[in-house]
């Protein structure tokens, strides 16, 4: 076995022209047309097949999660024009990632905007019509991360600080006049 592994190694123009998997186990390595068995270790089997179907599951959760949440911030308004945050690519498909195994074992949706202009004075607005929007609709089981795309916005690093305060959130919310603004943005409407 030791000559051969040698001379395998010392063989001038050699690739792997065929690997056959069994089970997660490299088993034989074909080397020129000759089939070579036992030269690599075998490798551990990554996972049950409960684990890969658990896992297909849990990507297939989170597609539809993200859909979900992509449903609810696609029909907030905007706070000043009449269109939606989707007809004005504040919100797209692309800005909700979930993140699993967080210390505490809460799940987070993370979800990024893009203001229609770098110093948009109503981003902040924007943000905490998110929130509340979200808030509302899912459950405590999710940690809710709200932030400006980078780059898009000359004070990002102030407004993803406020939008992700909850005494500043809970403030904001009890003032009746920016309360009713809020409302307004998130109200649903057939589009």
Not at 91 to 99: A, G, L, P
Not at 113 to 130: E, Q
Not at 167 to 173: G, H, K, S, V, Y
């Amino acid at each position: 076995m030791a000559s051969s592994m040698a001379s395998l190694l010392s063989a001038p123009r050699t690739h792997v022209t065929h690997v056959r998997i069994l089970r997660m186990d490299i088993t034989s390595l074909s080397i020129g047309g000759k089939i070579k068995d036992g030269i690599l270790p075998e490798a551990p089997i990554m996972g049950t097949a409960e684990d890969l179907l658990a896992k297909n599951q849990m990507l297939q959760s989170d597609t539809e999660l993200k859909e979900s949440v992509y449903d609810l911030l696609r029909t907030i308004k905007d706070p000043e024009k009449p269109q939606t945050l989707e007809q004005l690519d504040v919100v797209y498909e692309d800005c909700i990632k979930v993140c699993h195994s967080t210390p505490g074992g809460v799940s987070v949706i993370r979800v990024e905007f893009n203001p229609t202009v770098p110093h948009c004075s109503l981003a902040t607005l924007i943000g905490l019509c998110i929130r509340i929007k979200l808030e509302r609709h899912l459950s405590a089981l999710f940690k809710l991360d709200i932030y400006i795309k980078k780059g898009a916005h000359s004070t990002e690093q102030e407004i993803n600080k406020q939008i992700n305060d909850k005494e500043r959130i809970a403030a904001a919310m009890e003032n009746p006049n920016l309360r009713e603004v809020v409302e307004k943005c998130i109200l649903e409407e057939d589009y």
